[in-house]
Structure formats: structure tokens, C-alpha cells
């Protein structure tokens, strides 16, 4: 069975803080790992990742893969209170196309 | 661009009454999934639709049962509420078919009270 655990499961720092996120993953068949945000409602995605050692960015957030140690990290720098959010860990794969398996999630809280 | 709608958003059932979530994409994804999420659970998949007509298990699935009658809409019914059915519900839509597109958008939830 397909399995994504992150760690930590929550964080606390201040604004201008980098903080670094983790999610390791055991699967039957690896198509792609996603990361997701996650305020109030909605998770909202951030990042696909499909090949191990790409840094994907996108302003002060980035991630990166690495499909030989089977894990993944979420940076963000210079946090803000507005990171303050769900962050998600999903892998993409197994035996059915399209089904993502979540991570419990990592509760990150950015105080000013 | 309504993208993926939950209906409704919030539900207060009791034990043993029955309801049904509706889930309405307008992207025309061949995937869709209903997920509960549960604190320190992240999000468990209940079940999931490949198509129209189709429906599987998820990770969770007791206690539900689902119908993809058409392929914009995906409904999730609880014959009996439970209160350990209290969550969360996102129910979320995929195109399949490659390996780029498995990024799935989601609805905003549907938070559900069993007492």
C-alpha cells in the first residue's frame, strides 16, 4: 500500500524564518509527487515534481525530488504570515492513474 | 470559472439520518475523487471515479457509497451518519491520461456534523 509521511507535523517560527519541509514516500509505481497549500478551504497546488534532482520555484518557495532516497523537500524563505497554512504532500501513482495518496500534512505557523 | 463546487457547505446530520454531498466539475476531468480529511489524518481517499459509469474504493470507503451517473458530477451518500463520519469532505477532479496532468483541483469543502 502506498504510503507518504511528512515530517514535521507542525512548526512555528517568525516572519523572515527559512523553513524546510520533508515528505518521504513508499510506492508501488512513482508518477509524480505534489505539493499543496492549504489556508482555510481549499487545497491549492504549488508544485509537480516527476524528476529527481529539478529545483521547481516559484518566488520564495521551492522544492526539489530525490527518486533514488525516495523524498522530497518544501523550502520557503523569508516567511511571512501568510505562509501560515496546511502544507501537503501528495504522491501521484500506484495501481490507479490519477489517485493521489496524501501525507497528514504539516501545520506551519509564521508569527510576526 | 466555477471549477470543481462542493453543495452543500456545511451539514449538521444526526446519528442514523442519510445525505447526499454533490460534487459538479466544468472541466471536463475524467477523474474524481471524494476525500475526507481528519486532524492529523491529512486527506484519506473515500472514493474514486476513472469515468462516467465507474466508480472504486478508496482508503475509507465504509459507511459510504458514491454515483458518477454523469462525468461532471460525482455524489457521495452516508446511508446511516455515524459521528465518526464528522469531517471534512473535499471532493477534487483530474484529467487522466498523462503524466502532466495529474494535478488535481479541489472543491472548498463540505464540513459535516454527525451528533
Known amino acids: 500500500e502506498d504510503k507518504v509521511v511528512q515530517s514535521p507535523l507542525s512548526l512555528v517560527v517568525h516572519e523572515g524564518d527559512t523553513v524546510t519541509l520533508n515528505c518521504s514516500y513508499e510506492?508501488?509505481?512513482?508518477?509524480?509527487l505534489l505539493w499543496y497549500k492549504q489556508e482555510k478551504k481549499a487545497p491549492t497546488f504549488l508544485f509537480m515534481l516527476?524528476?529527481?534532482?529539478i529545483e521547481k520555484k516559484s518566488g520564495r518557495l521551492s522544492s526539489i525530488l530525490d527518486k533514488k532516497e525516495l523524498f522530497s523537500i518544501l523550502n520557503i524563505t523569508a516567511t511571512q504570515t501568510g505562509d501560515s497554512a496546511i502544507y501537503l504532500c501528495?504522491?501521484?501513482?500506484?495501481?490507479?492513474?490519477?489517485?493521489?495518496?496524501f501525507g497528514q500534512g504539516t501545520i506551519l505557523t509564521v508569527h510576526p | 470559472n466555477a471549477g470543481v463546487t462542493q453543495t452543500p457547505k456545511f451539514r449538521v446530520l444526526k446519528t442514523g439520518q442519510s445525505m447526499t454531498l454533490l460534487c459538479a466539475q466544468d472541466?471536463?476531468?475524467?477523474?474524481m475523487y471524494w476525500y475526507r480529511q481528519d486532524p492529523g489524518m491529512g486527506l484519506r481517499l473515500i472514493h474514486y471515479?476513472?469515468?462516467?459509469?465507474?466508480?472504486a474504493k478508496g482508503e475509507v470507503p465504509d459507511g459510504y457509497n458514491v454515483s458518477r451517473l454523469k462525468k461532471q458530477n460525482f455524489l457521495l451518500g452516508l446511508e446511516s451518519a455515524a459521528p465518526s463520519q464528522t469531517s471534512v469532505y473535499f471532493c477534487?477532479?483530474?484529467?487522466?491520461?498523462?503524466?502532466?496532468?495529474?494535478?488535481?483541483?479541489f472543491g472548498q469543502g463540505t464540513r459535516l456534523t454527525v451528533v
Open positions: 471515479s476513472v469515468g462516467e459509469g465507474t466508480t
Open positions: 501528495a504522491n501521484a501513482g500506484g495501481t490507479s492513474y490519477g489517485k493521489l495518496t
Open positions: 472541466m471536463n476531468h475524467e477523474y
Open positions: 477534487a477532479s483530474s484529467l487522466a491520461g498523462h503524466i502532466m496532468n495529474t494535478e488535481a483541483f
Open positions: 510506492v508501488t509505481n512513482f508518477r509524480s
Open positions: 516527476t524528476s529527481s534532482g
